[in-house]
């Protein structure tokens, strides 16, 4: 509770009675006294009750006054009294009134220990015929009785009790009118009248009233009100919401149960706490909040006027940038991860962490960059970056930001100078690419590999030339391309390339079989031209046991005019192309000469001999 608020309490005001003794049913009185209640920095002062609880009373009527304190300051604490602000006998907790005399009737306070006085209670001691009684001091939630109370001596019936001149329906029992739990709309000027037993035919009744009375409900405690601390609630900040309220001093030790919503929905259920506090406060804590009081019974419950509470934001305005803006391949690429810090947290440290496609690129450090010394085509996707306090209390992520890595260079393919290379021809491959039209003056390195080895290294030539292609030369070439300092590098497909024969399928043929010694004899050198070198010129020599007997010529054929037997031996060909790119040898082919047969009988009955191809003996035939 805080600050100084002010309470007032009514009570009537002596009127002398006529001289005749009747009471003049219309008296008003109407008599105000005031008094301070202190903000809560200061002790609970006691608080005087009566017992019975009624005021005003008859002279010889008793009544006892006690001196209320807090539970805790229960104890030896020597009391004092005090009537009109003057010390009067007295040094307990209890004052007791036996047959109460006029001068009794005053404003009493009490003092418990060394604590301040108790605030005025008014005890009324009146002669009238008939007075309305009622507790000194009425709070909203209190059972509310009254009683038509007669002066002994004098014989009424028929009670009738009025607020604000109107008669009450409520059932009247004896004296007493229980009017059950009251709030603040009961307050009012109250009356009563009761009926004089002694009338009859000749002597009309006639009819006794009270003292017109206002009775003040009080609030038992005020409209509570939101407070909340900080001022200005940031982010992160512990904030604490307090529901503050004042009790009546008369009800000082009364327990109090507090609940707290925001937006209409409750937070924090009813307990003794007046606070609700949230230990670090998000955006979504931002409201209307309201908090509600009540007695633990809920005979008493007040809410609050709605409160709007915005959290500002501790960092704002995040957004993702990257330079270069675009980035292509090998470029060193910077993603900034921006943000604006509150002008209030202008000095909070905050963690940044970068993301791709959803996953970690770089853990939360103190760094708002990320950086790629060299982007890549894979480095391209949708980034995000997550800012958090060192705590992690406060964490958020920015908009989404797709990049899109350019290519510096296409992708290469590998191109042959011709469709299909025969052996022999000067065979040329270009590795193909295309640089982006940003980075057309970028100067590219070329290699070319035959089945994954490397036939020409790193150079600025996009073309790997063989100049006599040869059938080794086939197989499946690939080629390479990386700028100089190899930050972006890529490799073509596969192209398979085949190197077909210039000519094929020589052999040595005979002109006939079996060769006998003396016959004309033609070798032929035979071979097939690939049909896309139909019109080549060819050139043949002839070899007898590894020695040339036919240079190269453009006759494919050798002939021996008149075999010899030395003629026999193994014959191989040799074929080339006019340059000499191509060459080609047959399979040895062995020429065996026979001699020739005798046809004239050797005198003496003498024998011929005879060689043949296929067998090595000698055959013996007699003459004829």
């Not at 993603?335 to 970690?360: M, V, W």
């Not at 209390?393 to 260079?409: D, P, T, V, W």
């Not at 030395?566 to 080609?584: I, L």
Request: glycine share 6%.
């Amino acid at each position: 509770m805080h600050g100084r608020k002010e309470w007032s309490f009514f009570s009537t005001k002596n009127i002398p009675a006529p001289a005749d003794g009747l009471i003049n049913p219309l008296s008003i009185f109407s008599s105000i006294y005031s008094f301070n209640v202190m903000s809560s920095g200061s002790a609970v002062r006691p608080v005087v009750s009566f017992s019975p609880n009624w005021t005003p009373i008859f002279p010889d009527e008793s009544v006892t006054l006690s001196c209320n304190v807090a539970p805790t300051a229960q104890g030896n604490l020597g009391y004092s009294w005090y009537r009109d602000g003057q010390r009067i006998p007295g040094d307990q907790q209890s004052l007791f009134i036996q047959a109460a005399r006029k001068t009794d009737s005053g404003h009493y306070q009490c003092r418990a220990g060394a604590s301040e006085r108790s605030d005025p209670v008014t005890l009324d001691i009146k002669s009238y015929p008939l007075i309305l009684q009622a507790p000194p001091a009425v709070h909203e939630g209190d059972s509310l009785s009254l009683r038509c109370h007669s002066r002994p001596g004098y014989d009424t019936w028929n009670p009738v009790f009025y607020k604000d001149n109107k008669p009450i329906g409520s059932p009247v029992r004896g004296s007493e009118l229980h009017i059950g739990r009251v709030d603040v709309t009961a307050s009012g000027t109250y009356r009563c009248e009761k009926e004089l037993h002694y009338c009859n035919y000749f002597n009309p009744c006639s009819i006794a009233s009270s003292d017109e009375r206002y009775i003040l409900v009080s609030e038992l405690f005020s409209t509570p009100q939101l407070k909340v601390r900080p001022d200005q609630v940031t982010e992160g900040d512990h904030m604490t919401i307090t529901c503050d309220t004042e009790l009546s001093p008369h009800r000082a030790t009364t327990e109090l149960q507090f609940a707290f919503y925001r937006n209409g929905h409750n937070v924090q259920g009813f307990s003794l706490s007046n606070q609700y506090g949230v230990p670090s406060a998000q955006l979504e804590h931002s409201g209307k909040y309201t908090c509600e009081v009540q007695t633990p019974t809920g005979s008493v419950r007040k809410t609050s006027s709605m409160a709007h509470i915005h959290i500002q934001e501790l960092f704002y305005n995040t957004q993702i940038k990257v330079r270069p803006d675009p980035v292509t391949e090998g470029d060193h690429m910077t993603i900034t991860c921006d943000t604006k810090p509150s002008p209030h947290r202008e000095t909070t440290e905050l963690q940044f962490a970068f993301y791709r496609n959803g996953h970690n690129v770089q853990g939360f450090s103190l760094s708002n960059q990320y950086g790629v010394p060299s982007a890549q085509l894979e480095d391209s996707g949708n980034y995000i970056c997550d800012i958090r306090t060192p705590t992690g209390n406060i964490r958020k992520s920015n908009g989404m930001l797709y990049i899109q890595i350019q290519e510096l260079f296409t992708v290469p393919h590998i191109k042959v100078s011709s469709d299909q290379v025969i052996r022999g021809d000067h065979m040329t491959i270009t590795c193909d690419t295309k640089l982006s039209p940003h980075r057309e003056t970028t100067e590219l390195q070329f290699a070319f590999y035959r089945n994954g080895h490397n036939v020409q290294g790193f150079s600025l030539s996009n073309q790997y030339g063989v100049p006599s292609a040869q059938l080794e030369d086939s197989g499946n070439y690939t080629c390479e391309v990386q700028t100089p300092t190899g930050s972006v590098r890529k490799t073509s497909s596969m192209a398979h390339m085949q190197i077909e024969e210039f000519f094929f399928g020589t052999q040595i043929k005979v002109s006939h079989y079996p060769v006998t010694e003396g016959d004309n004899v033609t070798i032929t050198c035979d071979t097939k031209l690939n049909p896309r070198r139909a019109t080549t010129e060819l050139q043949f020599a002839f070899y007898r046991n590894g020695h040339n007997v036919q240079g190269f010529s453009l006759s494919n054929q050798y002939g021996v005019p008149s075999a010899q037997l030395e003629d026999s031996g193994n014959y191989t060909c040799e074929v080339q192309t006019p340059t000499d790119s191509v060459r080609k040898r047959s399979r040895e082919a062995h020429i065996h000469i026979e001699d020739t047969p005798c046809n004239d009988l050797t005198k003496g009955g003498g024998a011929c001999w005879a060689h043949t191809y296929k067998l090595e003996s000698l055959k013996w035939k007699p003459a004829v």
